[in-house]
């Protein structure tokens, strides 16, 4: 049972140009959500996240958009630059059990090239 | 500030074999995680520590992986014994406070043959 869906494996952009990430979530009860980026043999960074009770978080180059009607967000990077060159994850929250509990997608692989 | 330091980065074992994995987080974070993440995945959550005690383990194989979170500070994962699935890489995590916001290590990969 995949809650959290990251539908494309990998992305390629040209440098300058923006890059758009998706993901799509099944379960109402998350209530936050976070992307986290990976360099090759490094852990997971925090990114940038979204309550459920925005649409929009605003940082720097990066936005995510939230739409709960459609349980789908997605991750603009612009303008995208090589060192964006990373796997990105998008994750979820939910609380159960008195605890958070955060649910990853597979990650789409993203390439900036120069 | 430091951050989670997890050791070994890399190990290679033989099947049946056993295989320890240390975690040292952030200090001050209360929450501990460990998540195992296979080749082409997304890491997922193996157990759940909250200070000294067990948040959630629903996800952890208890026939051949034990873990424990030793005075509310470090953690060691344990396989005995590995099996080639077992292959991954073991993300240790941790958090100050509920925000989703998990500080990883580096993570210690295990192959095992």
């Known amino acids: 049972d995949q809650q959290v869906k990251q539908n494309s494996p990998s992305l390629s952009v040209q440098e300058g140009r923006i890059s758009i990430l998706n993901c799509d979530y099944t379960n109402s009860m998350f209530d936050y959500f976070l992307w986290y980026k990976k360099y090759p043999a490094e852990g997971p960074t925090f990114l940038i996240s979204?309550?459920?009770?925005?649409d929009k978080n605003e940082d720097g180059r990066f936005t995510v958009f939230l739409n709960k009607s459609a349980k789908h967000l997605s991750l603009h990077i612009v303008p995208s630059q090589p060192g964006d060159s990373a796997v990105y994850f998008c994750a979820a929250r939910r609380f159960q059990g008195g605890s958070e509990k955060l649910v990853f997608g597979k990650g789409t692989k993203l390439t900036v090239n120069p | 500030e430091a951050g989670v330091a997890q050791s070994p980065r890399y190990k290679i074992i033989e099947k049946r074999q056993s295989v320890a994995f240390w975690c040292n987080p952030i200090?001050?974070?209360?929450?501990l995680y460990w998540y195992q993440q296979i080749l082409g995945q997304g890491p997922k959550l193996l157990i759940q520590f909250q200070n000294n005690g067990v948040v959630d383990d629903s996800q952890l194989p208890k026939d051949r992986f034990s873990a424990e979170r030793l005075k509310g500070v470090d953690s060691t994962l344990k396989i005995q014994p590995a099996k080639l699935e077992d292959s991954a890489v073991y993300l240790c995590?941790?958090?100050?406070?509920?925000?989703?916001?998990?500080?990883f290590g580096e993570g210690s990969r295990l192959t095992v043959l």
């Open positions: 200090s001050g974070h209360a929450t």
């Open positions: 995590a941790s958090s100050p406070f509920l925000t989703g916001e998990l500080f």
């Open positions: 979204i309550s459920s009770i925005k």
